[in-house]
């Protein structure tokens, strides 16, 4: 084996470097152009009733309807039965 026989191999490793690397570079500029091309497209009008995510919108809450099963009147039951905050606690009045 002569001496420019590892040369010669040294040089073609490196023409397959320098080929993988403008490949990449190439991938690379492929990409941006994409990029470029969608930057420069209008954006699209807005269309609220259009929306993907309107299926994932919760109904709205009314204070007639049924909340986790409990009726308005009971809801309101309950609201009276809580304390309001300028009434001294139950603590006050323990025996302790």
């Known amino acids: 084996m002569s001496i420019v026989e590892p040369a010669r191999e040294r040089i073609v490793r490196q023409l397959r470097s320098a080929v993988d690397r403008l490949r990449d570079d190439m991938d690379r500029v492929e990409f941006w152009t994409d990029v470029l091309g969608c930057l420069a497209q209008p954006i699209p009008d807005y269309d ?3 929306s993907r ?3 994932f919108r919760l109904p709205r809450w009314s ?3 049924p909340r986790n099963g409990v009726s308005a009147s009971s809801d309101t039951e309950m609201q ?3 304390s309001p905050l300028d009434e001294p606690s139950n603590t006050v009045r323990s025996r302790r």
């Open 80 to 82: 009276d039965a809580i």
């Open 63 to 65: 204070a007639a309807a």
């Open 53 to 55: 995510l309107n299926q």
């Open 48 to 50: 609220p009733g259009g």
